[in-house]
């Protein structure tokens, strides 16, 4: 099989081309250069692990709103199979992760939503609410788009710490043929639609354009909260 | 003051234009026919009334989820101030009016609702919830813009009974200035939207055109729907 | 595996026994009957066939309603898994089963949609929006639960047709241990859910039940008004 | 007229009394000290005007919701009749208010939304949309009710500085007659929802109490947040 084609091209593209400074910030955020070269704190990122958690739940309550909002059987489907899979198969990856950090689902299930945590996954679900399936897509692309560049970009970083660095098995995830392809697919999906809900290129001469950037541009700076978020756990 | 502006203009005159013969059905139904002339049987009005109070109801839920939808503070204003007329005058006046043909307003919220009443405004609520406000506003057009038209058409027709009809109340207030102008606004509103929401003229050549007049052609069959109910009295 | 339960007892139960009559008009129905004895007009069901595939879209846009208003992690999981399957599974086993009758995917897409189908999935959307999770699933009750007695029902009824009847197969389907499974594991989230939401027997001394179980018999009532369009495929 | 009741009797009460320590820090925050005494600075106070303009764009699209999600008359028109006030009268207030601290409009509206502003409303509208009408009026209480409780003991405190204050007038707003009436109107539809759903005394032996007072309880923290916003103005 073929390399998944980068899903930077497209409207995601334009989109991340349009919050240049902000997307930087996401993309290359400090956590995320603990990541990469392993100098992460480990309470800070068993502190992200369990916001993460509390995070795939109503993410998977706004991709479930996407099916709602959808009308065309591709659509249905294909946020069907994400919000099925986040739910009853991620998640338990995800707690199995967690475990192997000390962290059990209880405690998982226990511990407080973070405001910057709460605030990306609300404002995602009232931008479902107040718009079409276009906004919600465009509110949710931060988040599965972001985590595959970072991934992508990690892994393909020769400068990023692979021995001995306990994060090398989140930057797999994420960097990986799998969530690379859900990626691609979920920028597809993002074309597909707009082409349909009146946004089409030169992206920037269309009258939804300002609302469309604006809820992008937002979202990416909540993505950068909820770094900055992982870097100041509880005392 | 000078007489407002047809409404049909813009992108309610195109709606109207691409389903002629269903919007035709539905200003010219045989009801309407019989409020114009007198010949609709006194039960006959007596059961559109008191469906028309529950509808009402759903119809200011329906323009509060367009408050809900907007992100503008005339289509706020605009949207929140017809709701407050709805509630709180206009379902007043309406059980003073059915209190002139013998219904009171304990008998009204009694009245069960018919499958066509629901219909429409659960179809709308649908087309809010799935759409954006576009798509909403264009699934309560048929409602307060046909109304207008037919008022207006009636009002103006020589040919309508005046004197002895028992319903030129009924086409006076839909024909009169209040319930023209307001419209007229809802039409504006419309258009504004629509520029803003990427549906611009030509309308059939945008990419939202077919889901739009789609929308658009099933509410005005919905209204048919409900005049066809309004003919059908239970026993 | 032992036999799943009947999912009468509990709330489902006793829904059912407060609308006794829309009940058995439900399950009872002459379109239920002609499929028992075969002697349903192969037109009815082909047309029933094509407005259960556009139902099945919008079934599972209400059960993804129900992961949106859902906030424990087994209510999430049961209605993603169930909203998967319906679209990534049931949907094409339909598809199939139509081509069996004649009817080809685009045909079936192209179907307009009945005014007595549109009516049961948009008051449950509605009902999903005005009311909670509970409201929501008592509204989908009728559906999945009394499909699920119809087919026991059917099956377990010496009189039930077998050799020639081309209807069997439904009978089995809805009839068959899958789907009984399916519909006991529904039941038992209405009781795990009515009891999270403030609904616990005596169920009709409950603040809320006027309000649930005219929900359920609403919503029953438009499963007799699917029955009777199923009998009355246009000309 | 006689005073109104102090609207802390009811679920409003005894939610209050349930998250305490957080309530108090709510109605006691520096930020309100500061306007009791006159020593708030006045470029805090600028940035929560210019915040709170934004803020009462979602709050009316919350309460709007809130009318979606009725299903009684007085219910309906009470929230359409407030929606109405908010965004047709209190706003223009508002924007005069913030005129004399040199603040025009189109400086309001261009104000970013600060995350702790934005995250209010946001919980509030999926409070709403996951919930049911009770559970979003749980969640718009603690600004109403909050709002109220601090006019009120600000304006019956012999130590709030009146001569010289330039918050006086902000005191007064919230501590007068007409805004008292208003929040003990919405203590009052509390408990009438709530007997209506399924939430009755000894509140905290019901079913729904444990999510109900969660939803208080982090409404009230994140009004905290919103007092916290105010003394950290932008740069």
Not at 73 to 78: E, H, I, K, Y
Not at 98 to 112: K, N, R, Y
Not at 131 to 155: F, H
């Amino acid at each position: 099989m073929s390399a998944p084609r980068d899903p930077r091209g497209g409207l995601f593209g334009a989109l991340t081309a349009a919050c240049g400074a902000d997307w930087r910030a996401y993309v290359g955020h400090p956590f995320v250069r603990g990541l990469a070269d392993g100098s992460l704190p480990e309470r800070c990122f068993r502190h992200y692990l369990a916001q993460d958690y509390l995070f795939l739940l109503h993410y998977s309550r706004a991709w479930s709103l996407a099916v709602v909002k959808s009308d065309r059987l591709d659509d249905l489907r294909q946020s069907a199979a994400l919000v099925d899979l986040l739910l009853n198969h991620e998640i338990a990856l995800h707690v199995d992760f967690c475990g192997g950090w000390g962290l059990d689902e209880t405690a998982l299930a226990a511990t407080p939503e973070a405001p910057a945590n709460r605030l990306y996954t609300r404002y995602v679900m009232d931008r479902g609410l107040a718009g079409d399936l276009l906004d919600l897509l465009v509110a949710l692309a931060p988040c599965g788009l972001g985590y595959a560049e970072i991934g992508r970009r990690l892994l393909a970083d020769p400068a990023t710490k692979r021995e001995g660095n306990p994060y090398l098995p989140w930057i797999e995830l994420y960097g990986g043929a799998e969530f690379q392809e859900g990626a691609a697919a979920m920028a597809a999906q993002l074309d597909r639609v707009a082409g349909r809900r009146g946004l089409t290129p030169p992206w920037d001469g269309s009258a939804r354009w300002p609302s469309i950037s604006d809820t992008f541009a937002t979202a990416v700076r909540l993505e950068v909260g909820f770094w900055d978020m992982g870097l100041a756990p509880p005392a």
